[in-house]
């Protein structure tokens, strides 16, 4: 059974910096991609982040680039996403998630489990 718990959000201002967690138990966590997704009231789901199972190929949706940051730690089994000046816009829901494959090329669906999300408000 795998799991997956995310931690770390939380209200920011628009400009500060927050760090999104997450750690999974069950499964292989070193074989699988790892992606960040979020979702907006009223909105889809939409890819934010992935990183390949070694950590070296990462992909960042259109909306994030250079601004945020993913990165995997294989010996403690989490991931992390690093958010710099988040949006107000972008308020939403933020899900960690274990790809179905070694790399993650950015489809919405490419994912298998997923947790139960954790919430980020951007105040402007």
């Known amino acids: 059974q795998v799991q997956l718990v995310e931690s770390g959000g939380g209200l920011v201002q628009a400009g500060d910096s927050l760090t999104l967690s997450c750690l999974v138990s069950?499964?292989?966590?070193?074989?699988?991609?790892m992606v960040w997704l979020r979702q907006a009231p009223g909105k889809e789901r939409e890819s934010v982040a992935g990183i390949s199972r070694s950590g070296g190929n990462t992909y960042y949706g259109n909306s994030v680039k250079g601004r945020f940051t993913i990165s995997r730690h294989n010996l403690e089994n989490t991931v992390t996403l690093q958010m710099n000046n988040p949006k107000p816009e972008k308020s939403a829901v933020y899900y960690c998630?274990?790809?179905?494959?070694?790399?993650?090329?950015?489809?919405?669906?490419?994912?298998?489990?997923w947790g139960q999300g954790t919430q980020v408000t951007v105040s402007s």
């Open positions: 069950g499964g292989t966590f070193n074989e699988y991609a």
């Open positions: 998630a274990r790809g179905r494959r070694a790399y993650y090329n950015g489809a919405v669906d490419d994912y298998e489990y």
